[in-house]
């Protein structure tokens, strides 16, 4: 045994060594049991285990044979007879035993299976009043109630324009059109949420702007440094009056981005979004307006995918 363990134990002692002298300890003390165990063997039980011959004797009932188990508890009195009654006996109408019987009973009958059937004068027959013929089929039609569903009203929250931190928080504003933050920094960031029909304009130069599911909303901003991204929105406008390094477009319906002069180096990144156009600054302070591509076809060169878009996008 000690040589067996001896594998695991080394391990022990490699890796606690230094760090845990618990473990340590415990090897050792666990080495030491088998090297006293094999010196108490050798003093006392050197030919193996010896029984004494001078021990008491077994007491009679040791070697009595166990009782046998007692019988269980018998079971229950049945219950009463089902009672049978003349309802039971009959198939039900609507079952398919009722029907199948009702069928055959019907085909039993032979050349008399046509009593049951009333008979059509001649001006409900089709083929000899011509008039019948130009009527539409009646169709019976089932009423059904009308299950109304109320949909819960959404709670509109209430609007809200701060700093929180370094982020300008402009929230669940509606048919506001003076909204202007102006003590602006270049680390804060602007985040304009669930707003309709309004109007937000920033000045000064900061980090970057995210506009998020905003309808009718227009936007007017100096500087950014960073990016302005539009999402999931409708009906947005932009207008830069400074430089702005990047736009990004994304699963937004009908976006309108004004650059200036000093932006037409802008990169305008666009995924999921429809009816998108840019307008570029004219000399006469006027902006002549560029739709940008929605549909695109790709081909394959023969090494690699080539896309462009298709002259129907524009």
């Known amino acids: 045994m000690n040589d ?4 695991y ?3 022990v002692l490699k890796d606690y060594k230094e760090t845990d002298r618990r473990h340590v300890d415990w090897v050792r003390s666990y080495l030491s049991i088998w090297t006293e165990m094999q010196s108490f063997i050798k003093q006392h039980h050197t030919t193996g285990l010896m029984w004494s011959k001078s021990g008491p004797i077994a007491p009679p009932s040791l070697f009595d044979p166990p009782a046998a188990p007692s019988a269980p508890c018998p079971p229950p009195p049945p219950g009463p007879p089902p009672v ?10 609507g079952s398919a035993a009722a029907q199948h019987s009702a069928l055959f009973a019907q085909l039993n009958q032979g050349m008399n299976i046509t009593q049951g059937l009333k008979h059509v004068s001649d001006d409900k027959k089709t083929h000899k009043n011509p008039n019948l013929r130009s009527q539409p089929a009646q169709t019976k039609t089932k009423s059904s109630g009308t299950v109304k569903t109320t949909k819960a009203a959404v709670q509109k929250k209430p609007p809200l324009l701060e700093l929180e931190g370094k982020k300008w928080r402009v929230e669940n504003f509606e048919q506001k059109h003076d909204l202007v933050i102006e003590e602006t920094e270049l680390k804060q960031v602007v985040y304009v949420f669930s707003c309709n029909n309004s109007t937000v304009q920033i000045k000064g130069k900061i980090n970057s702007i995210i506009i998020d599911n905003c309808k009718k909303l227009g936007l007017v901003f100096e500087n950014v440094v960073g990016i302005v991204e539009i999402i999931n929105s409708k009906a947005i406008q932009l207008q830069v009056l400074g430089t702005v390094p990047t736009m990004s477009i994304n699963k937004t319906e009908g976006c309108q981005v004004y650059l200036s002069k000093d932006s037409l180096n802008c990169d305008i990144v666009s995924a999921k979004s429809s009816e998108m156009n840019i307008l570029i600054p004219t000399g006469d302070d006027d902006y002549r307006e560029f739709p940008v591509p929605e549909q695109f076809k790709t081909v394959w060169d023969g090494s690699k995918l080539v896309t462009e878009p298709t002259e129907i996008a524009g």
Do not use: G, L, M, S
């Not at 067996?4 to 594998?7: C, L, S, V």
């Not at 049978?84 to 109408?93: E, G, I, K, R, V």
């Open 4 to 7: 067996a363990a001896t594998f």
């Open 84 to 93: 049978f009654t003349d309802d039971d006996a009959q198939p039900q109408a």
């Open 9 to 11: 134990t080394n391990r």
